[in-house]
């Protein structure tokens, strides 16, 4: 039986695992970073936590035999994808990146794209006085200057302590969105500009099509390249990839 750890934290790792479950030929792990309190539920064996870098995922795969490895991780879980590659090509196990495509701009779209969030936080000030926040908790301290900027940050799990920006109010929420909640939203806080990261996908798209029906401005954090190998976007892919390396077994 093959050996597949599925690097996940995404829509379309969990969907790929629920694919995978009915495999009587396959073994997979999923793997989480353990960021999110209550985790979806996930068929077949689940494990969280960081591996010890890339060094660490390496011997991971080693003692757990395991075969092929499918990173499912986030387009902006960076330095997962760099580790997954680099332990992949030390131990020579096969890797596919599953990576949904990248929203694309759009007629009536009001988009201004950064690299970091250094530089959204740069674009603010002649922007917005009241701003949506979309990109989780870890990289908001690049806001923390922004004394005279009220935010509104919307988070899955309640942060475990305070967060580093001024003004602001937390609403928690998990997507899927709806078009109508997001243009609601928006109006009750009278928000002006959304920061969001190009994560792409169905899930939180809502909130882009929010804004071009309000004509509000999006700052939209570039996702990084991923690493290079082999790449596919859908999960049907996936399974395909997986189908043909695990019909080459002997
Ligand atoms: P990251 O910055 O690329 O990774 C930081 C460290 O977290 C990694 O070095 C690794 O620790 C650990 N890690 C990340 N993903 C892991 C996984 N699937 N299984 C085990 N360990 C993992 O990652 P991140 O951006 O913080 O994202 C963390 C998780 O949240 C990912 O699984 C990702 O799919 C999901 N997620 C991220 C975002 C986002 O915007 N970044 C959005 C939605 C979901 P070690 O070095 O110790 O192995």
Redesign the pocket.
Known sequence: MARLLL????RE?LELARALAAKADLQTIT??????RTPAETPGEV????????E??ARFLEAEAVDLVID????????????AAAACRETGVPRLKLLRPAWKRESGDRWIEVESTEQAAETLPSLAKRVFLT??H??LRAFARHSKIWFLVRLIDPPEGPLPLAAHEIVLGRGPFAEADEIALRREYGIEALVA?N?GGELTYAKIAAARRLGLSVIMLHRPDPPPGKSVETVDQALAWIAAHTAERP
């Open positions: 690097l996940g934290g995404t790792a793997s989480l970073a353990g960021r999110t494990r969280v936590g960081g591996f010890g870098g890339a660490g995922l499912a991780t986030h387009p902006f879980a960076e330095i997962m994808a760099r580790n990109i989780g870890q990289d990261k994560s």
